[in-house]
Each structure stands twice: as structure tokens, then as C-alpha cells.
């Protein structure tokens, strides 16, 4: 299946608790134009929190990391389903320094969903892509926000809006996604560009959606072909075995002596290996030596 990866900005920071808090997933369209299903995904989320739950006995309700990096940033100290908005709200205790302090500083922008598809269907209402989710993990990203994107800071019961870090380099025209939905509308002229960006913006979207489910068949499709080879590879290792032991057999005896078919002088009707036998013991020692003699010329032996 293919990989999940949801971004929500965060919504407040407690500074004395070091508590994080932010959606971590909603029934919207996401930048890759997808909607999430909450119905659906709310099961996996109380599976997902409630094993955290069980294998911290009590301490976890989930993993967060950073960057969905190795670095284990906190974890989910509680869990919220709100079935009227359709949205999961999470808080999180970031116990890494170095992670906090990119909090703090406002470098971390929001959570972000890790995880896989369960599923996926096309919504007939928006023609979108919707999707069931079954989360792995939480973590704190850096993507970029708007210039005016903000988020509360909480200190000793004051409230402080902060505005999010923003990078030197995070122009509209050095981002990718906004690099894509400004080239139609230069490209369309003043009359119309701006209309017909969000069509175009919906077309990617599709067109991504559409792209990733082919990239799903085919995980499948190699997941089932390994599987296969998966199951013949014993039966082709034994018989791989059996020919190695049937090419290290010596010659059987009756073909050695199916030179002795023929008479000694090299003529006559062929004879059983049997009946060879007792021709070469009726013989005299000397008889016998110049058959075999004969024998070995007739037939050399290659060792």
C-alpha cells in the first residue's frame, strides 16, 4: 500500500507544559487534493492510540517524532474525536529539547499524519479522492506556512499569538506548489488566468490522485508476484538438489560393459551384461586379459 502523509497546522503551544496541540487529521481537502473519511478513520485512530496506550502502560497515547525522521520528539498525551466538526484534535508533550525549541521558535509549522491508505474511492460530490486512514505515527513538520499563518503561545495563562517561521528562500515563486498554480494563470492572460487556476489546480489533483492509485495497483500486483515465487521457491531448491545428486552418481556397471556386447575378435550378436560375466570368468587368465584389454581400447573411459 502506499505511504499517507497529512499536514495540519498546529494551533497552540504550552510553554510551561511543554504541550503542543493541533489537528491531526479532518474531513477537508489536503494539499494533494484528498479528503480524509472520519467515519471511517476514527476506528484506526482509537486502535492506533489505545495500543500506544497499552504498550507504554498508561504513559503514550501515540508516537510523535520529527520530520517522520528516527528522532522520537514526545508523545500524545490525549486524543480528542470530534464527531461534529469530523476532525481528530491531538495534544502532544514534546520531551526532545532540540524539537522543542524548533517549536518554540515557530520552525515547526504543524502536525503531520503518518501512516497508509486503507482504502480510497472517488467523492461524487467533489470528484476528489476520499480515503480511509490507519495512522503509525504523528509528526512535527517544518512545511511552509502562509506569511500570515499564526498560532497561540501560552505562558504563566497568557496568550500570545505568534506568527510561524518563515524561510528566506519560501517566496511564492520558490515554492513548488505555488510556482504550479501561478504559471496558467500567466500563462492565460489577465482576462481569465485567475479563474482558471483552481480548475487547473483540480485537474493536478486529479490527475495526482489518479496517478498514485496506478502506483497502488502496482505495489499490489509486485506484493502477489513475490508471494508466488515466494511459494516455488522450496519446490525448485529440491529439485535443484536432485539434479546435483543424480550428476554426481558414477556410470552403472551395465554401461561400462556394453562394449562386450561384441565378440572378442569384434563381431557377433550383442550379449546381456549376464552373460558377459560369465564369458570373462570362463576365460583364461590370459584370455580374460586381452578382452578387458580390448574392452578398454574400444570404450576409453574419460576421468
Known sequence: MTPLDLFLPLAKVDLDQRIVTGVATAEQPDRAGEICDYSSSKPYFEKWS?????????????????????????????????????????AAKIVDDDEWEKVVEGVYTGFSQGGRYVKRWSDPETGLTRYTAEPQEISLVDLPCLPDATF??????????????????????????????????????????????????????????????????????????????????????????????LEAQPL???????????????GGEPISVDDA???LAALTPEQRALALTKLSLASPQRF
Open 277 to 279: 560375466v560369465r564369458g
Open 252 to 266: 552403472p556397471a551395465k554401461a561400462a560393459l556394453r562394449s562386450l556386447s561384441k565378440s572378442a575378435d569384434g
Open 152 to 245: 497561540d503561545v501560552v505562558k504563566d495563562g497568557m496568550v500570545e499569538k505568534r506568527a510561524f517561521a518563515r524561510r528566506a528562500a519560501d517566496t511564492p515563486e520558490s515554492v513548488p506548489e505555488a510556482r504550479e498554480a501561478i504559471a496558467p494563470a500567466a500563462h492565460a492572460g489577465p482576462a481569465h488566468g485567475a479563474a482558471d487556476t483552481p480548475d487547473a489546480l483540480a485537474k493536478a489533483a486529479s490527475a495526482l490522485a489518479e496517478a498514485a492509485e496506478k502506483l497502488e495497483r502496482a505495489a499490489d500486483e509486485n506484493a502477489r508476484l513475490r508471494k508466488a515465487l515466494d511459494a516455488v521457491s522450496p519446490a525448485l531448491a529440491e529439485l535443484h538438489k536432485r539434479i546435483a545428486a
Open 50 to 90: 489505545s495500543e500506544a496506550l497499552a504498550a507504554s502502560r498508561g504513559k503514550s497515547l501515540g508516537a510523535v517524532r520529527a520530520m517522520h525522521g528516527k528522532v522520537a520528539a514526545g508523545k500524545v498525551t490525549d486524543i480528542a474525536f470530534d464527531d461534529d466538526a469530523r476532525r481528530v484534535v491531538v
